[in-house]
């Protein structure tokens, strides 16, 4: 037996070493091997733990941001369960003070929360619940001891095996904004009320007019005509020379008064509706000769040309109405047309008649083709001395609306204008008279009628068709 050492570990060496001092080494290794894993498992440990400290601490810090917030901000967050009742709210905001949080724990939300002022999104909302889906922006309402206006969304929680777990959203609280829509409607209906009131007395003072001007006409033509008749009579007398020129121009002046007083009377006459259309079929052609009695002396005085085209066309329209048109859009024609003439003829173009006046004066820009046909304006480069109130169009577009016939403008600055006349023929009959709005018979239903068309009726430029 070999001796052993008190205190030492000894290892039956085997006759050949070299099987000894493998094991030995192999038991070091293992030896070493566990203190590399043990530190290896130590530092991850330490990393972990690291982490978790980290994550607890984020926790703790996004809780802390998330209660300063709901303290201070509109918003809070809520939770409900299966049943609908509510299982968690956030700090509510400062404005809710008079709601105490603690006693909407387990309450319905249906028993806390109503309609809002938006009955639509309300039914929207129901429909919503019950299919458990989401729901944006929701007004309504929450019950305390004071009214709260809120606004909330919120979707729908379930867990893996899809079993429905409640609403988890966000509660705003809006009755600053409620209160102050509802102040500024307030607001709003009062001014609109005043404007009706102002509108009402305005358009009351201006039927008022209208119907005073429309009634006084013969009275105001009185004294215009008593005048002419003694600026005739002195005309007759022998006169010194010098004087007789005085009397040629107070007839002058007189004519155009009269023409002026024609036109704000006729106007307010048509504003008033007291003017009746009554439409027949007539033949175009002995209008046309009227007409030319009158103009054509006046063209040949300025030295244009005016040409009226032959026609067997019947109309159906009212002739002394129709006349009135022609007559003032003839006298513009030869009042802004310095050289060339002026041709008037009608043709067939489908089932309507175009009664066609062309003329070679200035043209009219676009871009006051509308400006034309409004009370007292005039365009500048008339040959002549200014003259009227720029009546003649609004009339020709009053009287247009009357008879519903079309007015339709063509023009090439520097070339000329065409102003159509769209009318039915006499083959195509329609009443000319607009009805009231009762059905009677009242010139003021006919012009309530009639007077809104205008705008549609507005000239527009079209194609410049070949010269009739």
Known sequence: MP?????????????????????????IGLLVGLIGVG????????????????????????????????GIAEQWIWETGPDDRFSYLSALPPSMHDVDADQLLGRHRDAVICGGTEPDAWQSYREAVAGRLPYR??????????????????????????????????????????????????????????????????????????????????????????????????????????VRPIVGRIQAALDALEQLLDSLLDISRFDAG??????????????????????????????????????????????????RILRNLLSNAIRYTSQGGVVIGCRRRDAALHIEIWDSGAGIAPEHQEEIFQEFHQLQGSSGPRQGLGL???????????LDHRILLRSTVGKGSVFAIILPSGDHRT??????????????????????????????PSPTPAKP
């Open 3 to 27: 001796d052993a050492t008190p205190g030492l570990i000894t290892l039956p060496i085997a006759a050949n070493g070299w099987a000894s001092l493998l094991l030995v080494g192999l038991l």
């Open 39 to 70: 530190g290896l498992a130590w530092r991850q440990h330490r990393r972990m733990r690291a982490g978790r400290d980290a994550a607890v601490a984020n926790l703790a810090l996004s809780e802390e941001r998330l209660h300063d917030l709901s």
């Open 137 to 242: 922006h929701l007004p309504c309402r929450l019950v305390g001891r004071q009214e709260h206006h809120l606004r909330i969304s919120a979707k729908p929680r379930f867990d893996p095996a899809g079993r429905f777990l409640g609403y988890r959203g966000v509660a705003t609280e809006t009755s600053i904004e409620v209160e102050t829509e509802q102040r500024n409607a307030q607001a709003r209906r009062q001014i609109i009320d005043v404007l009706r009131q102002t509108r009402d007395a305005a358009v009351q003072a201006n039927r008022s007019k209208t119907h005073f001007l429309a009634a006084a006409s013969h009275d105001l033509r009185q004294p215009l005509q008593a005048l002419g008749l003694f600026v005739a009579i002195l005309a007759e007398r022998s006169l010194p020379a010098d």
């Open 274 to 323: 007291v003017v009746e259309a009554h439409c027949f079929v007539f033949p175009l052609q002995g209008l046309f000769n009227r007409l030319a009695l009158e103009f054509v002396p006046l063209a040949e005085a300025k030295g244009l040309s005016m040409r009226f085209a032959r026609t067997q066309t019947l109309v159906h329209s009212d002739p002394n109405l129709l006349e």
């Open 392 to 402: 003649g169009l609004a009339i020709v577009e009053r009287v247009a609306s009357l």
């Open 431 to 460: 009443s000319c008279q607009a009805p009231s709005a009762d059905g009677g018979g009242k010139a003021e239903g006919r012009l309530t009628k009639v007077m809104p068309q205008r705008k549609a009726r507005r000239p527009r």
